[in-house]
């Protein structure tokens, strides 16, 4: 079969299935030219090559995808797009769970790779205001997790410094009804320290640069990064990005997704947190003891955090400079040492920043979640960080490159292993093709009993001194023997001399190369540990957030039990995602970098050589040269394509196996593209697969034609026997109708007749009838009338002449009668506040209701009266006397009006300390309550006890309960009060008073109108005087023998509700109310 001119058309060869020769000098030189004229995309079968071109190319228009939307996958040229709907249609049309595997190193491009398969997906399924929302919350969910899990590597500007699975489910249709996201180890030691050249996490820079002036002053950040700490003090700038544009995609991607404007609040809150923890600083100092300890150098760092998340000062400096330590149920607090302390610090930060971005993933997860619990399919795209060696490989490097392992190991069984494997369980005739098994290096790392990751976990829990050296001792005794294992004491068992491995450090030989790890920190990584004080500190917080972070800080779920190491958690989500994968059909993208300078271009031989070799490009190559590109079983192959073959149409009635080698037989398809196994077929290429396809296609196009044709033809003779039937039952009705017609006409013509021969003769018998009844009546009347006339004559001499008066009088007795009956039924309720009055029913009653009225409310207002108990009457009776003095004069009391009046606010009953007071009051005590006496000197005010009396004023210290000035009533010669809301009024004392040698007195109180009241009342009873009430703006005084002006001025602000006094001069003092 011939090969597809879009493959051989395009530069070099498209698919390397069909190089020729191969070799990998060959392949490589073919890869070089397609990049050369910027064809990125290359095939090895249904396998995509992609070198990252390092430069936008003009290749994923909306018309691009059109063209490869529903497109076999070998009849376009090679693109992402064609894997992309290649898995999209097996999905919607075959019903098979999908997983496309995007791997290659750091820098080759996977996360702009899996970028545009969503974006393919999102473009080619199904629309709708429904379906458009779940697509913009899949691809929104990109840039907010880039933002907080990638960072600048030497390497790449957008390293993904997580490993991200993001399932995205589809219905029955093939539209997107959600997805679940899975995140891997983020490299949280980036957070506190990075090697020069490269940054920090994006949110960082983005916030900073981004963020509004009142959203950075809410967090209290300065926009230079060099402020920082935790930023490395050094120029923040990336050529070609913009953080705050990207600042702002974030918060609105976080808006599409469904993000809170609270919750964005709290998102940012704790990353300014993180970034101030860089700025704590750590001093060194000696307790009493003489042990060392450490302090916080400058407060600032700590106050900013606490006020931001709500913890007092105290306990996060506690935590940072102290640890607690349980030992048979007693707790003793240590204080750390300035490293301890900072390790301390640094832990805390990189734990925040890490449960920060796995609540935000299930924040997402709950955005995106599908709430369906109708059967779904899946897709799965895989982008994760690529393997790493760098100049120096600590645990970060370690666990990512084991992680590669595993997929490659994914890759190797399910394409290469899997797919030899599968002929010989077939019984297929076919020629081995030797590939490299990785399987050794994995169980190097991950057995269970001798694996490097057990070992780590060992040591880490091993009770004792545990260092990195006893670690490399413990891997150098187990794994000595291990050919991808070695360090300088194997080399040294082995009299090998390497430079270049170092003491502190072990090779291990992965299947992209040897990579050198220095063991330093890898016990530290491992353990993850963070003091259970900080925990509790953080548990502390009233940031909502925050504190949801650390629900083991909650002292009633406190635990003893060491939480599981790094490596034992990342081998246990490594292991989850193996068995999802192997769940999935896979569709494979392998990434590869050109250079390492990041130049659009450029294409460096050697690099590129050794990522085709640990790639195993070339034997996925062979593999898919000597084996069969499609297989499938013979039942399901069958039921596509039986519409093919007229004996296999429309149902088989033998064995599977028979119906599909007589299916494609008939099709005349070359005996060498095809081999029968014991439970499936096999098709060499996947030409002989599209051909397949586009027979299928065509014919299922003329059976929709067949049917078409059939159902036209059923519905045009059932819309003719319809319009018959139709016809014969309107012409039947219709003569029905025009006869049933006719006989109504006739029918009423007959009845109209009948009724007007009717109607005459009626009308003509009620003319006689009434006739006669008029004769009748005509002769009653007279004789009426006659009789009447001779009765009143007859007895007219018998009335008297005072009937009329007498009547009259009768009949206004019955209506006085009727109303005073009518009034007791309507009389208005006895409450004095209704002085309702029903009306008047007859004018001539006009006066006498209003004299009723009168009298019945003075009667209500009695009764009311009569109803109350002495105090309420002694109450009213204060509340009518401060009615009088001041209703119209003073604002205040108005306010006054819903206060009662206690007289006695001091409790000098209850309060032993007022006993010479109560003995100065003699049994007459009127009003006791607290006022504050104004000096005269100065307008400061003081408190003072008053105590009116039914002949005196008492003016006590509230300190020694003891008077200090006792006022005769008769003394008194006025008050004067302002008009406005305030309690000072002016007590004005007679020249010739003992007590008034110093003075009137000025005096605020709270209860002014109550206190005024109750000395009127008391004035008015003791001495038979009225108060001399003054409410006025500006008095008059006397200070000692001086007169002082007082005058009021009203302020807007409210100074307290104290009066404020000022003395102007020596003869004025102004007093500001309001």
């Given amino acids: 079969m011939e090969a597809n001119p879009s493959l051989l058309d395009t530069v070099g060869v498209g698919d390397l299935v069909l190089l020729d020769p191969l070799s990998e000098e060959s392949l490589l030189q073919n890869l070089k030219e397609r990049f050369r004229h910027q064809e990125i995309y290359t095939y090895i079968g249904n396998v995509v090559i992609s070198v990252n071109p390092y430069q936008p190319l003009p290749i994923y228009s909306p018309q691009t995808v059109e063209d490869y939307r529903n497109s076999n996958f070998f009849a376009v040229k090679p693109h992402i797009y064609a894997i992309a709907d290649d898995a999209y249609r097996s999905l919607r049309d075959r019903d098979k769970d999908q997983c496309i595997l995007i791997t290659g190193e750091s820098g080759a491009g996977k996360t702009e790779a899996s970028k545009q398969v969503m974006a393919y997906v999102a473009a080619v399924c199904g629309k709708g205001e429904e379906v458009n929302q779940v697509k913009e919350q899949l691809l929104q969910s990109n840039p907010v997790l880039e933002a907080f899990g990638n960072a600048k590597t030497i390497r790449n500007d957008n390293s993904s410094r997580f490993g991200k699975y993001m399932d995205v489910e589809f219905d029955f249709k093939g539209q997107p009804l959600g997805g679940v996201i899975s995140n891997y180890l983020l490299e949280k030691s980036r957070v506190v320290r990075h090697v020069k050249g490269e940054r920090n996490f994006h949110i960082f820079y983005q916030l900073l640069a981004g963020g509004s002036d009142q959203l950075l002053r809410g967090l209290t950040l300065g926009r230079d990064c060099r402020r920082y700490g935790y930023l490395g003090r050094e120029d923040p700038s990336l050529p070609g990005v913009d953080d705050a544009a990207n600042f702002r995609a974030v918060q609105e991607a976080m808006t599409v997704i469904g993000f809170s404007p609270a919750e964005v609040q709290a998102l940012l809150d704790v990353a300014a947190v993180v970034l101030k923890l860089g700025n704590v600083e750590l001093g060194s100092q000696f307790q009493a003891s003489g042990m060392e300890s450490c302090s916080i150098q400058d407060t600032r760092a700590v106050r900013e955090i606490c006020e931001l998340i709500g913890l007092p000062e105290s306990v996060l400096e506690k935590a940072l400079c102290s640890r607690t330590v349980e030992a048979k149920r007693e707790k003793v607090v240590t204080g750390l040492s300035v490293a301890q302390g900072c390790y301390g610090r640094d832990a805390l930060a990189k734990n925040i920043y890490s449960r920060l971005f796995d609540w935000l993933v299930n924040r997402i997860n709950a955005s995106i979640k599908v709430d369906t619990s109708e059967r779904r399919k899946v897709m799965g795209v895989l982008d994760i960080y690529g393997f790493e060696i760098f100049q120096t490989n600590s645990f970060e490097q370690f666990v990512i490159n084991y992680c590669n392992e595993k997929l490659q190991q994914v890759f190797i069984l399910m394409t290469l292993k899997e797919e030899q494997e599968e002929y010989v369980r077939e019984g297929i005739q076919w020629t081995p093709v030797d590939f490299f098994d990785n399987s050794i290096i994995c169980s190097l ?21 545990v260092t990195e ?28 001399t390497d430079a270049s491995l170092a003491g502190p450090c072990f090779r291990v030989h992965h299947y992209a190369g040897k990579v050198t790890y220095n063991v330093t920190g890898f016990v530290e990584k491992n353990n993850d540990l963070l003091f259970r004080d900080l925990s509790q500190a953080m548990w502390k917080a009233r940031h909502e957030l925050l504190r949801s972070l650390f629900p083991e ?16 958690q990342f081998k246990a989500s490594i292991a989850t995602l ?19 300078n990041k130049e659009p271009g450029v294409f460096t031989d050697g690099l590129v050589q050794m990522q085709v070799r640990y790639l195993g490009l070339l034997e996925n190559v062979r593999v898919r040269r000597a084996g069969y590109a499609y297989r499938q079983g013979y039942e399901p192959c069958l039921e596509r394509y039986k519409m093919l073959c007229k004996q296999t149409w429309p149902k088989w009635k033998g064995g599977a196996r028979d119906g599909v080698q007589a299916l494609l037989t008939e099709l005349r398809i070359p005996p060498a593209e095809l081999a029968y196994g014991r439970s499936k077929i096999f098709i060499r290429t996947p030409r002989t697969l599209f051909d397949l396809e586009d027979r299928r296609r065509l014919r299922l196009a003329d059976l929709a034609s067949l049917i078409q044709a059939t159902y036209r033809g059923w519905r045009c003779r059932t819309h003719y026997q319809q319009m018959r039937k139709s016809q014969i039952v309107i012409s039947a009705w219709f003569r029905g109708q025009a006869q049933r017609k006719r006989f109504e006409q006739m029918k009423r013509s007959a009845l109209l007749i009948q009724t007007w021969v009717r109607g005459w003769k009626s009308r003509r018998l009620l003319r006689e009838l009434k006739h006669q009844q008029r004769c009748s009546q005509a002769a009653a009347t007279i004789s009426a009338y006659w009789k009447g006339y001779q009765t009143r004559k007859e007895y007219k001499k018998y009335f008297r002449s005072g009937a009329s008066a007498t009547l009259a009088n009768f009949i206004y007795r019955r209506l006085l009668q009727k109303f005073f009956l009518g009034l007791r039924s309507s009389l208005p309720p006895l409450v004095v506040t209704d002085r309702s009055w029903p009306p008047a029913p007859y004018k001539f009653l006009a006066n006498t209701n209003e004299e009723l009225k009168k009298i019945f409310y003075p009667w209500k207002c009695k009764k009311y009266r009569d109803r109350l108990t002495p105090q309420r009457k002694a109450l009213l009776q204060d509340k009518l006397c401060a009615s009088q003095l001041f209703k119209g004069k003073k604002t205040l009391y108005a306010k006054s009006l819903q206060q009662s009046f206690q007289g006695e606010y001091l409790g000098l009953q209850k309060n032993p300390r007022y006993r010479a007071l109560q003995t100065a009051a003699e049994g007459k005590l009127v009003l006791a309550d607290t006022v504050r006496k104004v000096n005269r000197a100065n307008g400061k005010a003081v408190p003072r006890l008053f105590l009116l009396t039914k002949n ?3 003016l006590a210290d509230p300190k020694a309960a003891q008077p200090k000035t006792v006022v005769s009533l008769s003394d008194i010669q ?6 406005f809301s305030d309690g000072f009024f002016v007590l004005h004392l007679n020249e010739t008073s003992t007590v008034g040698a110093k003075g009137d007195f000025l005096l605020v109180s709270d209860h002014l109108i109550e206190l005024v009241t109750k000395l009127h009342q008391t004035l008015l009873e003791t001495t038979a005087k009225t ?16 007169s002082v002006a007082i005058r009021i001025v009203e302020t807007a602000e409210k100074n307290g509700a104290v009066p404020v006094c000022k003395k102007r001069g020596s003869h004025k003092m102004e007093v500001l109310v309001h």
Avoid: W
């Fill in 445 to 465: 790392i991950e057995d269970g009993k001798a694996g490097i990751l057990a070992m780590l976990d060992e040591e880490c829990l091993r009770p004792g001194v």
């Fill in 578 to 596: 193996m068995k999802n994968l192997y769940s999935k059909n896979p569709n494979y993208i392998r990434c590869i970098k050109p250079n390492d």
């Fill in 553 to 568: 800080g909650d002292p009633q779920k406190a635990s003893l039990r060491r939480p599981p190491t790094a490596g034992s």
């Fill in 469 to 496: 050296e006893t670690f490399l001792a413990k891997l150098n005794q187990v794994c000595a023997s291990h050919k991808h294992y070695e360090s300088r004491a194997t080399q040294n068992a082995r009299h090998v």
């Fill in 1027 to 1042: 108060l001399n009430l003054q409410v006025a703006d500006e008095f008059s005084t006397q200070f000692g023998k001086a």
């Fill in 974 to 979: 006025s008050v004067s009060v302002t008009r």
């Fill in 952 to 954: 005196h004023i008492i």
